[in-house]
């Protein structure tokens, strides 16, 4: 079945302490995207890559670090810098970063920091 | 720049009478506009979204949007819930800068609550 997945689905960090989230997809995709969710804020964009070994900024960058080295994975690291990081975390990819394509989401990544 | 403001962050209803989720957006380009839902503890999944053509769109569930451009609004609605709609909703708009790349720009979501 092609799709996204992200792992795990719950985590548990110590303050001070960095967690890197996965999110694969097979779906062939060059567009892949990481969303920060908070309850009443909808999805707030944090990192985005269009292509291997790209990748810009979002909305909500600080705190944060991607890397795409392979189509199919898109890490991300939230740092110790990251004041406030307990939240859902969701990836999505698309065809391309066209402004007609849908975005196709993972399951995402509930982060509780104790 | 852009926004999507979503009127009512709650929408309670019964089993089986109408719903019209509200949303708005402030653009200064032509937009292209989605709707997404999702289900407890799960991703988001599409929908239906508004591109071109009949401003009138469906999906296969039994939702449907139209598109005003006059009063920038893209509602949501359903002649009839069942309790399976009971779900948080995200309109969005893809801003049509001409260059054909972008991003998607969420609302705060409204999460639909049906009772039986």
């Known amino acids: 079945d092609g799709g996204i997945t992200q792992s795990p689905k719950y985590l548990f960090r110590k303050e001070g302490q960095n967690v890197t989230l996965s999110c694969e997809q097979n779906?062939?995709?060059?567009?892949m995207y990481w969303y920060r969710q908070d309850p009443g804020q909808g999805l707030r964009l944090i990192y985005y890559?269009?292509?291997?070994?790209?990748?810009q900024k979002g909305d909500i960058a600080e705190g944060y670090s991607v890397s795409r080295e392979k189509k199919e994975s898109f890490p991300l690291t939230v740092t110790s810098a990251q004041k406030n990081p307990t939240a859902f975390y969701l990836c999505?990819?698309?065809?391309?970063?066209?402004?007609?394509?849908?975005?196709?989401f993972g399951p995402g990544t509930r982060l509780t920091v104790l | 720049a852009q926004s999507v403001t979503q009127l009512d962050s709650q929408v309670p209803v019964f089993e089986e009478a109408p719903v019209e989720l509200r949303c708005n957006y402030s653009?200064?380009?032509?937009?292209?506009l989605f709707w997404y839902v999702q289900y407890p503890n799960q991703g988001l999944q599409l929908l239906l979204k508004?591109?071109?053509?009949?401003?009138l769109v469906e999906s296969i569930n039994g939702f449907e949007a139209e598109f005003n451009k006059s009063q920038t609004s893209f509602h949501l609605r359903k002649p009839s819930v069942h309790i399976s709609d009971t779900a948080e909703y995200f309109c969005?708009?893809?801003?049509?800068?001409?260059?054909?790349?972008?991003?998607?720009?969420f609302g705060k979501g409204t999460k639909l609550s049906v009772k039986p």
């Open positions: 999505a990819s698309s065809p391309d970063r066209a402004v007609y394509n849908e975005q196709f």
């Open positions: 779906l062939n995709h060059d567009a």
């Open positions: 890559s269009q292509i291997v070994n790209d990748f």
């Open positions: 653009s200064s380009v032509s937009v292209y």
């Open positions: 508004y591109l071109s053509g009949s401003t």
């Open positions: 969005a708009v893809s801003p049509n800068y001409g260059g054909s790349q972008g991003n998607l720009i």
